[in-house]
């Protein structure tokens, strides 16, 4: 589909100066279509009377219309046996619409104008005439000719000569009053004026007055446009409109390039004027109700650049914007009773500047900063930064910062975002030493976080990475000595490597290592612990994985003996600590409480009575070499002693007795050889008890 933009229509009844059937009955049509498309087009014309929907008053189709880069023309009417029929023609207004290759019609329709009617006026010819018209020819001046209608009253007025000058022409309304009046030569030049119903004069236009052409509007007797082609200062074109009460309203003066506006009183609200302050530039003024100058725009203020100006009611400046400030660039100032409280200016990196009511600065911005680029400065009352913000520190790096300031006009907040290769927080003290610091990537490639004491030295350190190799977190502890600041206290999130576990180191006041708890020793598994001694060298060593304490020196300082695990029968009754005890024979591994005197199986003595429990005890789980009970094989224990065979000294020998699970005083060395319990340490005179003894198996 062709579609149709800035349509051009050109509507000419082609007539004749015969008789009416020799009138061709044509109208031009001319359009372009959007398309641009050249070659051959079909176009179809209808006629309404609305300019949507409505009736079909006329409608043709002419095929193989040539055209030209989208542009075409049709006669209508030439496809139609005599044209265009008077029927098109019977309604008070008529559309045309235009159908391209038969696709839906083009819109909008298009009105037709008076000239396309005109075609009806050969009917007149027909008509008799009703009106005479009475032409007069005078000799006045050069001859001048008068047309008079039926009734005497003038018509048209032809002068020749009017006032020694050139000729006029007037025309009149049926009241015999002028309506429209032509002068071939005015005192200037040539004139025209229309008049009202009333005879006044309404319009007036000279061809040239004094200063050139000039065309005046009345509004009544009033004037109220005024526009001539040489007024003004230099003699240039200029407008101007006045109210009923002539006062001039609006003038626009081309030879200054100024328009003026005025209220009612005449007094000025507005200036547009081609040139401002004597400069090349053009200017723009407002005035309030009062009179006072508010608004102020100057292109070329000091033939350095364009400024405005907003002023309040009293006159005093609020508002500056320049462009060009200090030599061509630009600059904003807002100000409070003419002193500037905001000043943002582009010669110094985009400075942006605050101020507070005494007028002293409170907040800076700069485009260009330290390391070339922005910055954000927070000022207090005595001028000093409590706050900034660079975007590029101006270090290789490129990195921004933040700094925020303490009464003493020192930095006590600092961040900064690449700090060895990644962020970093600091918190400093009111003396501007280090408090708190956070790095984002500390030297080992992972985040850290420091702590500092009031003589700005690291006591705590927590790393994200203890080592480059990504073993795991470290968190250090530092003492705070005057001479020194020593790692004490320190835990390796990944001791030895990134597969290896956790450890906890101490160390002395010297720095050297004290104690180690390693949560994966070495190759091995399990954990180990290290105490070492001043030097440094292992004195206790604990590993976890063969479950062995290395040790010069072990002190045990909860029991006196030495036991193993043994499971025990009790026949008639339960296991008591005290109870001596032999070997089963019929439970490998196993004991039983003794019941005969001098039994050579015997294996020992229940660990734990009296209070005195077993010192150190040795075993192995799931095996023969475990069980409930805890044997003391040496050592010290009490025991239950029957003296029934003797008195019991201490140094005396003791052996099973025939008192189930008691022992008693040798009286029988040979009998008893093989079956020796041990010495007592304490006495029994008689009956039974416990005695202190010195366990020690022969």
């Not at 102020?296 to 006159?315: H, M, Q, R």
């Not at 250090?476 to 490597?497: C, H, K, L, P, Q």
Request: net charge negative; glycine share 16%; aromatic share 6%.
């Amino acid at each position: 589909m062709k579609a149709m933009t800035g349509v051009g229509l050109a509507f000419l009844w082609i007539m004749s100066a015969t008789a009416v059937a020799d009138i061709p009955r044509l109208l031009n049509y001319q359009a372009r279509l959007d398309s641009g498309v050249s070659g051959s087009i079909d176009v179809t014309v209808r006629f309404y009377d609305a300019p949507a929907g409505g009736n079909l008053l006329f409608s043709e189709t002419q095929s193989g219309v040539s055209a030209a880069d989208g542009v075409f023309a049709v006669l209508i009417g030439a496809a139609t046996v005599g044209g265009v029929p008077d029927a098109a023609f019977d309604a008070s207004e008529v559309w045309i619409g235009v159908g391209i290759d038969g696709a839906p019609e083009l819109t909008p329709r298009v009105q037709l104008g008076l000239a396309p009617f005109a075609g009806k006026a050969a009917l007149a010819e027909g008509l008799s005439a009703g009106v005479t018209f009475t032409p007069i020819l005078t000799a006045n001046n050069a001859g001048d000719v008068e047309l008079l209608d039926p009734a005497g009253n003038r018509e048209f007025y032809f002068e020749t000569d009017t006032f020694g000058s050139a000729g006029r022409f007037t025309m009149y309304r049926d009241t015999g009053t002028r309506s429209v009046e032509f002068l071939g030569g005015s005192s200037s030049g040539g004139q025209m004026q229309l008049f009202s119903t009333g005879g006044s004069n309404s319009f007036q236009a000279w061809a040239e007055s004094s200063t050139g052409a000039r065309m005046i509007l009345r509004n009544g007797t009033s004037r109220t446009i005024d526009l001539s082609s040489g007024g003004g200062t230099n003699t240039s074109g200029s407008l101007e409109m006045w109210n009923d009460s002539n006062q001039q309203l609006i003038d626009l003066d081309a030879g200054t390039a100024s328009l003026y506006l005025r209220r009612a009183t005449g007094a000025t609200t507005a200036q547009l004027t081609g040139t401002m302050s004597g400069t090349d530039g053009g200017g723009l003024a407002l005035w309030s109700g009062d009179g006072t100058q508010t608004v102020t725009i100057d292109a070329d203020e000091a033939d350095g650049g364009a400024v405005l100006f907003l002023d309040n009611e009293n006159g005093d400046r609020t508002i500056e914007l320049d462009a060009s400030e200090g030599g061509g660039n630009g600059a904003i100032r807002l100000r409070d009773n003419d002193n500037v409280a905001f000043a943002l200016v582009t010669n110094d990196g985009a400075t942006a500047l605050f101020n507070n009511a005494a007028h002293i600065p409170t907040v800076q911005v700069i485009g260009d900063g330290n390391g070339g680029a922005g910055t954000l400065r927070m000022l207090n009352a005595a001028a000093n930064p409590t706050l900034e913000i660079m975007s590029d520190a101006g270090f290789d790096d490129d990195r921004s910062q933040i700094f925020m300031y303490g009464a003493a006009d020192t930095t006590t907040v600092e961040l900064d975002s690449r700090e060895s290769n990644g962020g970093l927080m600091r918190l400093n003290d009111v003396s501007g030493n280090s408090g708190i610091d956070l790095i984002a990537s500390g030297n080992r490639a992972a985040g850290d976080v420091r702590l500092y004491s009031s003589a700005n030295r690291m006591t705590l350190q927590l790393q994200g990475n203890e080592e480059d190799n990504g073993s795991g977190a470290g968190l250090a502890m530092y003492n705070n000595s005057a001479s020194s600041n020593t790692r004490t206290v320190f835990i390796d999130g990944g001791f030895g490597g990134s597969s290896r576990g956790g450890a906890i180191t101490l160390s002395q006041g010297d720095g050297v290592e004290s104690i180690l708890i390693n949560g994966h020793n070495g190759d091995f598994d399990g954990g180990a612990i290290a105490v070492r001694d001043g030097s440094g060298a292992a004195a206790i060593t604990l590993l976890g994985s063969t479950g062995r304490t290395i040790t010069k020196v072990l002190e045990i300082t909860g029991g006196s003996d030495l036991s193993e695990q043994f499971d025990v029968a009790a026949d008639d009754g339960a296991v008591e600590p005290g109870m001596v005890v032999c070997i089963d024979p019929a439970r490998p591994g196993k004991l039983k409480i003794s019941r005969s005197a001098h039994d050579r199986t015997v294996a020992g003595v229940v660990s734990g009575a009296n209070g005195v429990n077993t010192g150190f005890v040795m075993g192995q789980r799931g095996t023969l070499a475990d069980g409930a009970h805890p044997i003391a094989l040496t050592g010290r224990v009490w025991v239950h002693c029957d003296a029934s065979g003797g008195p019991i000294t201490p140094g005396d020998l003791l052996t099973t007795s025939s008192t189930p699970g008691h022992a008693m005083k040798v009286s029988d060395h040979t009998a008893a050889q093989g079956a020796i319990i041990g010495k007592a340490m304490t006495a029994l005179d008689n009956g039974r008890g416990m005695v202190l003894v010195l366990v020690s198996l022969q």
